[in-house]
């Protein structure tokens, strides 16, 4: 929890928006390019996707996933949405 009101404060600090998203949200299973589930023990530190042939680092693809369920939570929100580039 630490880590997380470290990052929470420097968020804040810097005029970001933090948001928590659910502890038991599905991180670790799912591919972060194609989505499919996969089944992974404590000991697997590779993340590879037999549906796609994505292979990456377990905890990065992890991070990839927990920043698209924390933006879709929030555009569902309606606090945050896509913008289109203007040049």
């Not at 502890?23 to 589930?37: D, E, I, M, V, W």
């Not at 993340?47 to 929030?74: M, T």
Request: glycine share 8%; charged share 20%.
């Amino acid at each position: 929890g630490q880590i997380t009101d470290l990052v929470e404060y420097k968020v804040s600090r810097e005029g970001g928006l933090f948001h928590k998203i659910n502890r038991f949200a599905a991180s670790t299973k799912p591919c972060s390019q194609c989505g499919t589930l996969h089944d992974l023990s404590l000991e697997d530190r590779q993340f590879h996707c037999i549906q796609c042939g994505h292979d990456q680092c377990r905890d990065w693809n992890s991070a990839i996933n927990i920043e698209q369920i924390g933006l879709k939570e929030l555009m569902q929100a309606g606090t945050a949405r896509w913008a289109l580039p203007t040049a």
